[in-house]
């Protein structure tokens, strides 16, 4: 459990095994020892492999309930903040007064200096492949201007540096990866089943880490649709 505070800085409150305490047990985000099949040489071989982790997360604001979302339970207080930012209810870390987030609910709850917020009433479903959802008053974003540019050989450069930063992907596969780049080295990362979410994951540590996004390379594994544009873009 993580209780933040972002007028006072950040505090964590945690009942997890002591850091020092060494751990056989899987990273966060990981199942360890699932069971399958394989068929090679005319014949099945069983398998016991390490796979992601998939969790239903829900978002309340202000004591009611916006979404849940379908992820990786890794970076869960940045997701939160990222979806809240990228969905166009927070700009800053200064429009939320408390926020306390819980793996083992599955929860963030999260109080906006806003008491009168109210939750958006119409939502959209997305092209992601389980069914992300947006809300219709952020659906357009103004065009970016920018006379930032990069070659071609550093974006593989940094395709590169992110891919070998990709630690559930390169233990496990089967999952995605997005990251923010200066055009000299990664920044910040996220990983995650969904590809929206791993941008709500690097938008969230932008905002806690103070990374400006402003003429930066965002690097991503996933398909771009156009909810991954505009998230981009905002």
Same mark, same amino acid.
Not at 49 to 74: D, K, Q, Y
Not at 141 to 168: G, H, R, W, Y
Not at 210 to 219: E, G
């Given at each position: 459990?993580?209780?933040?505070?972002?007028?006072?800085?950040?505090?964590?409150?945690?009942?997890?095994?002591?850091?020092?305490?060494?751990?056989?047990?899987?990273?966060?985000?990981?199942?360890?020892?699932?069971?399958?099949?394989?068929?090679?040489?005319?014949?099945?071989? $069983? !398998?016991?492999?390490?796979?992601?982790?998939?969790?239903?997360?829900?978002?309340? &604001?202000? *004591?009611?309930?916006?979404?849940? +979302?379908?992820?990786?339970?890794?970076?869960?207080?940045?997701?939160?903040?990222?979806?809240?930012?990228?969905?166009?209810?927070?700009?800053?870390?200064?429009?939320?007064?408390?926020?306390?987030?819980?793996?083992?609910?599955?929860?963030?709850?999260?109080?906006?200096?806003?008491?009168?917020?109210?939750?958006?009433?119409?939502?959209?479903?997305?092209?992601?492949?389980?069914?992300?959802?947006?809300?219709?008053?952020?659906?357009?974003?103004?065009?970016?201007?920018?006379?930032?540019?990069?070659?071609?050989?550093?974006?593989? $450069? !940094?395709?590169?540096?992110?891919?070998?930063?990709?630690?559930?992907?390169?233990? &496990?596969? *089967?999952?995605?990866?997005?990251? +923010?780049?200066?055009?000299?080295?990664?920044?910040?990362?996220?990983?995650?089943?969904?590809?929206?979410?791993?941008?709500?994951?690097?938008?969230?540590?932008?905002?806690?880490?103070?990374?400006?996004?402003?003429?930066?390379?965002?690097?991503?594994?996933?398909?771009?649709?156009?909810?991954?544009?505009?998230?981009?873009?905002?």
């Amino acid at each position: 459990e993580l209780l933040f505070k972002p007028q006072s800085g950040a505090r964590f409150m945690t009942d997890r095994i002591d850091p020092n305490q060494e751990s056989t047990s899987e990273p966060a985000g990981i199942s360890s020892d699932i069971d399958c099949y394989r068929y090679v040489g005319r014949k099945w071989q $069983l !398998l016991h492999i390490p796979v992601p982790r998939e969790m239903a997360f829900t978002l309340f &604001i202000n *004591g009611h309930e916006l979404v849940n +979302i379908l992820c990786t339970p890794v970076k869960l207080n940045q997701l939160a903040l990222g979806y809240l930012f990228n969905q166009g209810i927070i700009s800053e870390m200064g429009d939320v007064a408390l926020m306390r987030v819980c793996e083992d609910d599955s929860l963030a709850d999260i109080t906006l200096k806003k008491a009168d917020f109210i939750l958006p009433d119409k939502r959209v479903l997305t092209s992601g492949c389980g069914g992300g959802v947006s809300f219709e008053s952020n659906l357009e974003e103004p065009p970016i201007v920018s006379d930032f540019e990069v070659d071609p050989q550093t974006l593989i $450069l !940094l395709m590169n540096q992110m891919l070998d930063q990709a630690e559930l992907y390169n233990r &496990i596969g *089967g999952i995605h990866t997005s990251a +923010i780049s200066d055009g000299q080295a990664i920044l910040a990362i996220g990983e995650d089943i969904g590809r929206h979410n791993t941008l709500d994951k690097i938008a969230g540590e932008c905002l806690l880490r103070k990374i400006t996004t402003i003429d930066r390379i965002l690097l991503t594994t996933g398909r771009i649709s156009s909810e991954m544009v505009r998230k981009s873009a905002r």
